[in-house]
Nanobody, 119 residues
């Protein structure tokens, strides 16, 4: 059974840093691309970034790539999202997701972890 479980969310102030972790089980982690999406209150879910099975990273915007880092640990089957210089507009529920090699859509999702940025 495929499972993705996010952790590390919380309430922080603007300018703070936070690292989210997604622990996975039930699939061959090294074969999968791993991604992060987020959904702010009242908005649609949006892409944040992903890391391919070949360790290539892609981010949604330059603002995200300047402040966030997606990394993977194949030995531990985990993917992290390191976030720095957080802004109030980063407030959202963050979701971890995975897709098999060659898949066109993200197949598996976690339940999400809430990040709240406010002063």
């Amino acid at each position: 059974q495929v499972r993705l479980v996010e952790s590390g969310g919380g309430s922080v102030q603007p300018g703070d840093s936070l690292t989210l972790t997604c622990m996975t089980t039930g699939f061959t982690f090294s074969r999968y691309d791993l991604g992060w999406f987020r959904q702010a209150p009242g908005k649609s879910r949006e892409f944040v970034g992903f890391i391919s099975r070949r360790n290539i990273t892609v981010y949604a915007t330059s603002d995200v790539s300047d402040r966030f880092i997606v990394a993977r640990d194949n030995a531990r089957s985990t993917v992290t999202l390191q976030m720095t210089n957080l802004k109030t507009e980063d407030t959202a529920t963050y979701y971890c997701t995975a897709r098999d090699a060659g898949a066109s859509s993200w197949d598996h999702w976690g339940q999400g972890t809430l990040v709240s940025v406010s002063s």
